[in-house]
C-alpha cells in the first residue's frame, strides 16, 4: 500500500475518533448526539473512498442504514438516561423506580387492588372479575358499600373465577372486589378505585373513611375503626425515637425525632445540620440527604457518635423515616392501651383508670394486669420511668419473662408533688404569684401541628383549643401560636 493510501485510509479514520473523542468530552447530552452523527458521516466518507465503483452505491446504503440506526439508538439510550434521572412528582423517588410516577408516594406502599366488577341487576346474580387470587382469604365482597359474607351472602365458583349470589344485588347497587394484601407493581393512590383513603374499601362502608385502615380493625366493637377512635390516634403512641445531634459526640443542638419528617427545616435541628444520632430501643431509622426521603440514605440500628466516614455524612440529613421492631405493638383506644404480640395476638390492655393510678405513682411504678379472655400469656406489666415514657412485657403461662416493648404516651399528666417544709420562727413573705405569659411560636416553613407539638411538649387538640384553629391541617408561615 502506498503512503499515500496508507494515510488516507489507515490514519485517518484514528485521527478521526481522536478528534471526536475529545469534542463529545465538553458536549451537552443533545450535542453530543450531532457529534456522533457527524462522526459517522464522516467515517462513511471515509470508507467510500476506499471501495471499488463496482461496490460503491451498495456499500454506500448499507453504511447509511447503519449510521441512521446507530444514530436513533443513541439518541433512545439518551432519553433514557434523562428519564432515569427525573422525578416528576417530586416524592423522592425516581420516575425509573417509581411505582406511581405523576403522584407523590414517598412510602411506595402497594398493598391493596380493588374491582368494581358492575351493579346490581335483580335478574344478575353471578359477577366474574377480572382477576381474583387464588387465596380467597384476601379477599373481601361489597355491596352497596356494605361487605357480605363469604359462605352466606355468596360463593365463589369451583374454579375460583365468579362470585356467585345467594340472591341478586339490589338495582344500582355497586358490586365491589377488594384485594387485600396484592402488590400488582402499581402503587396505592395509582391503582383505580382505591376510594378517599385508598384502601378500597367502599366509604360508605368503610369504619374510617379518612385514614387508611384496609382491614377495618375495630377491637372494641365501636363500628369505628381503631384508627379513628375519639380522643385517640396513631400519632399519639410512639413506639420509635431518635435523638439528633448538631455536633458529633452527641454535642451542640439536639432534637427528639418521634414520627417521620420528610423536611427537618424548620426543626430545632435544622436541615443538613445532623452529625451524630442516638436511637431508641426497637427502633429501625433510615436518614437521607434529601428532602422526601430522597437523595443518598443509611440505616442505623443503634447509636453512631460521628457521622465522618459514614455513607451519609456530616451535615447532610434533610428527612427522617423511622420503623418500629418492637414485638408488641401499642395501640390507644378509647377504653385506654391495647397490646398485640405478632406472634401471640391480643395479650391484654391497661383502662385509663389503670394508667392515671400509675402514672401518679411516679417514676419507677409498675403494674402487673392478668385478663381472663387472654390465654397465651399469663400477665402483663406495665413500668412508667417518667415524662410519658413506658415498657411493657409478657410473661409466658410458665412464668418465665416474654416479650417487651417501650412506647412514649403523653396523654396522662403527671402530678406535682408538694414539698412540705417546716416554718421557721423567721417570717416568711407571702410570695406573689405572677401572672403567667403563655409562651409564643412562630410557624416556620415545613411545620405542621404535630410537629409543634411533638416539638413542645403538647398536643394538636391542645394547640387547637388555645389558638381557636378552625382546621388542624392548615398553618401558616409567620403564624403566631400560643403554647398551652
Not at 41 to 56: G, N
Amino acid at each position: 500500500m502506498s503512503l499515500e493510501r496508507l494515510v488516507k485510509f489507515r490514519c485517518l479514520p484514528r485521527l478521526y475518533f481522536l478528534h471526536y473523542l475529545a469534542k463529545l468530552c465538553y458536549k451537552s447530552k443533545w450535542q453530543v448526539v450531532f457529534v456522533v452523527i457527524e462522526a459517522f458521516i464522516h467515517c462513511i466518507f471515509v470508507q467510500i473512498m476506499s471501495f471499488d465503483k463496482i461496490y460503491l452505491l451498495n456499500r454506500i446504503s448499507r453504511l447509511f442504514m447503519a449510521a441512521c440506526l446507530l444514530g436513533l439508538l443513541s439518541i433512545c439510550l439518551l432519553f433514557n438516561i434523562a428519564y432515569a434521572a427525573v422525578d416528576s412528582d417530586d416524592d423522592g423517588v425516581l420516575d425509573s423506580s417509581d411505582n406511581c410516577v405523576y403522584v407523590s408516594n414517598a412510602d411506595q406502599r402497594d398493598n391493596v387492588s380493588a374491582f368494581i366488577l358492575g351493579h346490581g341487576d335483580k335478574w344478575k346474580t353471578s359477577y366474574e372479575p377480572l382477576w381474583a387470587p387464588l387465596d380467597k382469604s384476601t379477599t373481601r365482597v361489597y355491596v352497596g358499600g356494605i361487605i357480605n359474607v363469604s359462605g352466606t351472602d355468596y360463593t365463589w365458583s369451583s374454579d375460583g373465577t365468579k362470585i356467585e349470589f345467594t340472591t341478586a344485588p339490589k338495582l344500582d347497587d355497586e358490586v365491589r372486589l377488594v384485594v387485600l394484601e396484592d402488590k400488582d407493581g402499581r402503587g396505592d393512590k395509582c391503582s383505580p378505585d382505591l376510594t378517599v383513603d385508598f384502601d378500597g374499601i367502599p366509604d360508605e362502608g368503610d369504619n374510617c373513611p379518612l385514614v387508611y385502615n384496609p382491614y377495618q380493625e375495630d377491637t372494641w366493637g365501636t363500628s369505628e375503626g381503631d384508627v379513628c377512635e375519639t380522643g385517640s390516634g396513631i400519632s399519639e403512641i410512639h413506639q420509635v425515637w431518635a435523638k439528633m445531634y448538631e455536633h458529633s459526640n452527641y454535642h451542640g443542638i439536639e432534637e427528639v425525632i418521634r414520627v417521620d419528617d420528610v423536611l427537618l427545616s424548620g426543626n430545632a435541628i435544622g436541615d443538613d445540620a445532623v452529625s451524630s444520632i442516638r436511637v431508641g430501643p426497637h427502633t429501625a431509622v433510615y436518614l437521607y440527604s434529601l428532602p422526601n426521603y430522597g437523595g443518598e440514605s443509611e440505616f442505623f440500628g443503634s447509636d453512631d457518635s460521628d457521622f465522618m466516614d459514614n455513607q451519609i455524612g456530616h451535615d447532610t440529613v434533610s428527612s427522617i423515616r423511622m420503623y418500629s421492631t418492637a414485638p408488641i405493638k401499642v395501640t390507644k383506644i378509647d377504653a385506654g392501651i391495647d397490646f398485640w404480640s405478632g406472634t401471640k395476638g391480643h395479650v391484654g390492655h391497661i383502662s385509663t383508670s389503670q394508667l392515671q393510678s400509675l402514672v401518679s405513682g411516679g417514676s419507677g411504678v409498675s403494674i402487673t394486669l392478668e385478663h381472663d379472655y387472654v390465654d397465651s400469656v399469663q400477665s402483663i406489666t406495665v413500668d412508667y420511668n417518667g415524662t410519658g415514657d413506658y415498657v411493657v412485657s409478657t410473661k409466658n403461662l410458665d412464668g418465665t419473662l416474654d416479650e417487651t416493648a417501650n412506647f412514649h404516651y403523653e396523654g396522662v399528666a403527671e402530678v406535682a408533688t408538694t414539698a412540705v417544709v417546716t416554718a421557721t420562727s423567721t417570717p416568711v413573705p407571702t410570695p406573689v404569684l405572677a401572672e403567667e405569659s403563655g409562651n409564643k411560636y412562630i410557624v416556620q416553613s415545613g411545620d405542621y401541628l404535630f410537629k409543634i407539638a411533638v416539638l413542645h411538649n403538647t398536643s394538636v387538640q391542645a394547640l387547637v383549643l388555645a389558638n381557636n384553629i378552625a382546621n388542624s391541617d392548615l398553618v401558616f408561615e409567620g403564624q403566631v401560636l400560643i403554647l398551652p
